[in-house]
Each structure stands twice: as structure tokens, then as C-alpha cells.
């Protein structure tokens, strides 16, 4: 074999290693980085978590204090527990956040209650208010299994 011919397959290899090298590097930058990303979303999504599970056991405190309306508060704790332990909803003693969500969910809100006639928002703060009256007790003992409850 002729010298320019080990000599071209000789350089032809060197490149085809060092084009090797570089695609293996880069790669490998790659899936560092991906997997920086993966920990930074999965650092956030436990950060998030604890703040809201944080969250539902202050409204469950501010329930056993009598601090707020229990229908407010079945309000928040039943959208937190969506996103943080949805089978709880269907548990009892827990599932009575759930009961009530459903039976003032239809009632305005914000805004909306604002712009609403006052007669109808007073038939619905009547219709709320018997609501937490018939419910109080298991509310209480709803916020306080859901305030002692290991996430």
C-alpha cells in the first residue's frame, strides 16, 4: 500500500474520531443539562407542594379558630387537596369539603356577586349560611384530621 494512501486513512480516521469525540460531548452536555432542568422542575414542583399543603393546614386552623366562613374554606381546601391528594376528597371524614364545594359551587362569586342583584345574593348567603350551619360539625372535624394529617 502506498505511503499517501495510510496516510489519507490514517487523517480520515483521526477526523472520524474527532467527530465522534465532539458528538459524544455534546450529547453529554445535553443530558446534563436535562437533567439540571428535571431536578430545578422537580425542586420547584416539592416547593409548590409543601407551600400548599402549608396552605390548606392554615385555612384548617383558621376553621378550628372560627377565623373564616366554613364555606370559603371548604372552597380552598377542596381546590388544594385537587392538586396535592385528590383521593382524599373521597374519603371520609375529608370528603365533606367535596359535599360542600358541590352544593355552593353554583353561587356567585367576586365580580360576579358584585354585579348581582342583592336580593339574589342575599337568597344565596341564606342558602350558604344553612349550609355551613348543617355541616359545621363535620367541617371542624374535617380541618382538624386534614390540619393533622401526614402529606
Do not use: N
Not at 55 to 75: F, H, N, P, T
Not at 94 to 103: A, G, T, W
Not at 126 to 135: G, Q
Amino acid at each position: 500500500m502506498p505511503p499517501w494512501l495510510q496516510w489519507t486513512l490514517i487523517i480520515t480516521g483521526l477526523l472520524a474520531i474527532a467527530l465522534l469525540v465532539a458528538f459524544i460531548l455534546r450529547q453529554s452536555r445535553t443530558l446534563q443539562e436535562g437533567k439540571k432542568r428535571q431536578a430545578k422542575t422537580e425542586a420547584f414542583q416539592k416547593e409548590r407542594r409543601e407551600s400548599m399543603v402549608e396552605s390548606i393546614r392554615v385555612l384548617a386552623m383558621a376553621v378550628e379558630e372560627d377565623q373564616m366562613e366554613y364555606s370559603e374554606a371548604c372552597l380552598r381546601i377542596k381546590g388544594l387537596l385537587e392538586h396535592v391528594a385528590p383521593e382524599l376528597l373521597e374519603q371520609p371524614p375529608f370528603r365533606i369539603f367535596q359535599e360542600v364545594h358541590d352544593l355552593i359551587q353554583h353561587m356567585p362569586t367576586h365580580r360576579t356577586r358584585q354585579e348581582t342583584e342583592t336580593r339574589f345574593v342575599e337568597k344565596m348567603d341564606r342558602e350558604r349560611l344553612a349550609v355551613e350551619e348543617k355541616h359545621a360539625d363535620a367541617i371542624r372535624r374535617a380541618a382538624t384530621a386534614i390540619r393533622r394529617h401526614p402529606f
